[in-house]
Each structure stands twice: as structure tokens, then as C-alpha cells.
């Protein structure tokens, strides 16, 4: 054997690692762009109206994640209802939870200001879309 034999397989290894780290690096991206749906595959604000359920299921002065519908739904005062869409405006990912008015996004840990939509703490820069909500026979429906 040569000594340009281990040389030339130690760059065919390289070469192989670096295309499957390529590979794994573009799927990452993928996740990470502005344009997922974090797996949920529908808009980040409703085409049409959707019932949430009942009004006194947000209490005043607080709010309410109604993940299924991505949506969050916040009452400053009664009969009064802001809502937005719980799609982070990152990477699309659902938030998971409200913390002191604070939605959470599991997937990167933005923040948002549920009452506004604001972002509070990144990697998001765009706030949440407001969705127009109303109370209609005792029941709350946006979009």
C-alpha cells in the first residue's frame, strides 16, 4: 500500500460526513423556517368563524390558550375579547402555555404578550396576528 491510500480514504470519510451533516443541517432549517406550520399544517389565523366555546371560559383581567384552534383569547374587561393566533411567528410552532400573560413557544422559547401580541423575548420578531373575536350567545367565536 501507498501512503496516499489512508489519505485518500480519511477525505472519502470527511466527504460523507460532511454531506450527511448537510443533510441534517437542511431538514434543522426546514423546521426553523418562517414558513412551518410546526407540524400543524393550517394558516396562522382562521379562514372563517370558530366557536371556542363559552365566553366565561376566559376570566376578566386574564386569558386563555385554545390550542386546538391555535388561538389565544384575553378579556381586559367584561364582554370585552382580544384574540390572536397562538402560532409563533418564528417557526409556526403552537404555543403551549400562558404564564403571567405570557404566551410561551416550546419549540424556541419566544414570549408574547398575550393581551397584545407582542413579542417580550425572541428568537420571534413579528407579533402574534390579532383575530377579530366576539361573544355571541354566550359564546366566544374569532375569525
Known amino acids: 500500500m501507498s501512503a496516499s491510500q489512508p489519505a485518500a480514504r480519511r477525505t472519502v470519510l470527511k466527504g460523507a460526513a460532511a454531506i450527511a451533516g448537510a443533510v441534517g443541517a437542511g431538514a434543522v432549517l426546514t423546521a426553523c423556517s418562517t414558513g412551518g406550520d410546526g407540524g400543524s399544517g393550517s394558516a396562522a389565523v382562521p379562514a372563517g368563524p370558530v366557536e371556542l366555546g363559552a365566553a ?71 407579533p402574534l396576528p390579532a383575530v377579530p373575536v366576539k361573544a355571541e350567545g354566550g359564546k366566544l367565536i374569532a375569525g
Open 56 to 126: 366565561s371560559e376566559v376570566p376578566v383581567g386574564g386569558s386563555k390558550l385554545f390550542r386546538e384552534e391555535r388561538l389565544v383569547v384575553s378579556c381586559p374587561a367584561e364582554g370585552q375579547y382580544k384574540a390572536f393566533s397562538a402560532r409563533c411567528t418564528h417557526a409556526g410552532c403552537v404555543l403551549d402555555k400562558i404564564d403571567d400573560g405570557q404566551g410561551n413557544c416550546p419549540c424556541h422559547g419566544s414570549r408574547f404578550d398575550v393581551t397584545t401580541g407582542k413579542v417580550l423575548r425572541g428568537p420571534a420578531t413579528d
